[in-house]
């Protein structure tokens, strides 16, 4: 029984870290702006050209300081939910859902489209 509540406690802490990150707006913003760049609705796959925006379009694009972005994709990078890789002078930012479609079913949550209809 403590393996199963020790593995719950893990789940719960992962699961609040990640809405934590999500529920600021600038950085909940950033994550769709990406997602909505990468062309589908599931997410990206690491290093997909059309996800990829660079820290002063995005700060152009939301109406945010330099250093506020560098600040918000910092907190998406720990919680897992973007990748960025530096490319000369610009860092390139990609998406990855992957940590929250996990989070949530492991959290018994259904994210089917299909199903919100039922």
């Known amino acids: 029984m403590a393996i199963k509540q020790s593995t ?12 934590k990150v999500l529920a600021d707006e600038s950085r909940l913003a950033l ?5 909505q760049d990468c062309g589908c609705a599931h ?5 997909g050209e059309q996800a990829q925006r ?16 560098s600040h918000h994709l910092k907190q998406l990078r720990r919680a897992g ?3 960025c890789v530096r ?10 859902l992957e ?3 996990e989070t949530l079913a492991a959290i018994g949550v259904r994210c ?7």
Do not use: Y
């Not at 997410?43 to 290093?47: A, L």
């Open 8 to 19: 719950d406690r893990r789940i719960i802490r992962r699961a609040v870290n990640i809405f």
């Open 43 to 47: 997410g990206c796959e690491v290093g």
């Open 99 to 101: 940590p929250l479609q």
């Open 54 to 69: 660079t820290l002063a379009d995005a700060g152009r694009r939301l109406g945010i300081s330099m250093p506020t972005v």
């Open 81 to 83: 939910l973007i990748t």
């Open 112 to 118: 089917s489209a299909t199903e919100a209809k039922k």
């Open 87 to 96: 490319s000369g002078r610009r860092v390139l930012c990609t998406i990855d």
């Open 31 to 35: 994550l769709l702006m990406l997602n």
